[in-house]
Nanobody, 131 residues
């Protein structure tokens, strides 16, 4: 059974923190490029941060310095630590994985925060930042 499952979303006050988790079943995240995307109502899906198969990390300027992506290979899990949260961070957050090397070997790393290279997606977890 091939799955990606996100967890850790919820309601937090501005300036607060959350840590999202993305756990894979049926394949190995260590051998994949993994990205976090988010989508607010009425807005396009936005790439937030990704970690390549090589370990290189790309982060959107809108969250740089506040969000950190990391990987725990033993747990087959990728995390997104979100600090200094703002109301504009409110969105459904999705985990996506590319286990086929499309980011690094087919599309190129310039596509790492675009949805096209990613074949596997989680169901999303809601993050709401409000006082």
């Amino acid at each position: 059974q091939v799955q990606l499952v996100e967890s850790g979303g919820g309601l937090v006050q501005p300036g607060g923190s959350l840590r999202l988790s993305c756990t894979a079943s049926g394949f190995t995240l260590e051998e994949s490029t993994v990205a976090w995307f988010r989508q607010a109502p009425g807005k396009e899906r936005e790439g937030v941060s990704c970690i390549l198969e090589s370990g290189r990390i790309y982060t959107a300027y809108s969250v740089e310095g506040r969000f950190t992506i990391s990987r725990d290979n033993a747990k087959n899990t990728v995390y997104l630590q979100m600090n200094s949260l703002k109301p504009e961070d409110t969105a459904v957050y999705y985990c996506a994985a590319d286990p086929y090397g499309k980011v690094e070997r087919t599309y190129g790393s310039a596509w790492s925060l675009k949805p096209q290279p990613y074949d596997r997606w989680g169901q999303g977890t809601q993050v709401t930042v409000s006082s």
